[in-house]
């Protein structure tokens, strides 16, 4: 039986404001559900996956593309033996700001009104997005003058051609194989008011369902208790406001992202990321 979970874990590095690379695996241990301080778009190329993002499950086909945003609790389920192929894309939340020009925002595939969480990219229908991809990934690894340059490029490019896709209605949203509503609902509920207190009796009583259906079922869908996700989304809210906010003090973030005072969030937070809160924005405050 697998151990339980205490959180979920922070998955993949990202140094630089993007990574694209091609992956493949046939063996696999199972994958747990975890989250990236960056956002991630992954291109479905072959096997047998289903993908759960937030409690929805996807079906994967091949030429689908999955969007990740920034701290969305997600995993993979391949099918053991069967290769797992996709390329990959990390790019930080803060890539984007240098390259908005007035209205026009390249992250509009994540946060935008035409954003989705799975597209099929069918044949044919608009810009060939897979060959600006593979194109993109294969020249990371080359070694020409200004390479790295011309990578950005690439990339930026594909970006303003996904996003056009996007914006006419080229790419064909897919909806889940496998979601509870009430889980939706609760979810969206707690993502809302992170700064409010969330008992679990609470929230079952505003979906009007039992308080042990409500328990068992999101387990089910997102891998933690709800106290855990809770605390997880708390703590990424803290970490986004410690970026963003670098004048308050650590009491008021700390309220701010719903913990009761500075000493339970030092506690949880020097638990999860192995750091102080003091520590951890040193490190990562943006200049």
């Known amino acids: 039986m697998d151990k339980p979970r205490e959180s979920y874990e922070k998955r993949g590095y990202l140094k630089e404001g993007f990574r694209v690379f091609r992956l493949s695996d046939a063996a696999m241990e199972p994958i747990p559900f975890h989250y990236h ?11 047998n996956v289903d ?11 091949p030429r689908d593309l999955v969007f990740v945003r920034a701290g969305e609790i997600h995993r993979p389920e ?15 939340p803060s890539f984007f700001e240098q390259y908005k020009r007035g209205t026009e925002d390249l ?3 994540f946060e935008g009104p035409v954003a989705e969480a799975v597209v099929h990219l069918a ?6 997005l897979l060959f600006h991809l593979e194109k993109l990934e294969q020249t ?3 070694k020409g003058f200004a390479n790295p340059l011309y990578v950005e490029m690439l990339f930026v490019e594909f970006l303003i051609l996904l996003n056009r896709a996007m914006l006419k209605s080229e790419l064909d949203p897919l909806a889940p194989v496998l979601h509870d509503e009430k889980i939706q609902q609760v979810i969206k509920i707690i993502n809302a008011r992170l700064e409010e207190p969330l008992s679990i009796d609470a929230l079952a009583a505003e979906i009007f369902v039992s308080r042990s259906y409500l328990m068992h079922c999101f387990k089910e869908a997102t ?16 970490r986004l406001l410690l970026l963003h906010s670098p004048d308050e003090t650590l009491d ?20 999860e990321f192995g750091k102080t809160p003091q520590e951890w924005k040193a490190e990562n405050l943006i200049k």
């Not at 301080?37 to 096997?47: P, Q, T, Y």
């Not at 993908?51 to 086909?61: A, D, F, N």
């Not at 008021?252 to 969030?265: E, K, N, Q, S, V």
């Open 37 to 47: 301080d960056f956002h991630k778009i992954l291109v479905f190329l072959s096997g």
């Open 51 to 61: 993908y759960t993002i937030e409690g929805r499950t996807w079906t994967l086909s």
């Open 78 to 92: 391949p099918e053991a033996g069967v290769p797992y192929e996709r390329i990959v894309i990390y790019v930080s």
């Open 107 to 109: 992250s509009l595939c």
């Open 123 to 128: 044949p044919g229908k608009t810009h060939d």
């Open 140 to 142: 990371t690894h080359a």
């Open 223 to 238: 891998g933690c208790t709800i106290q855990q996700y809770i605390k997880s989304k708390r703590l990424l809210k803290a």
């Open 252 to 271: 008021t973030i700390a309220r701010t992202a719903g913990f009761d005072g500075y000493l339970p969030f030092f506690r949880a937070f020097k638990k």
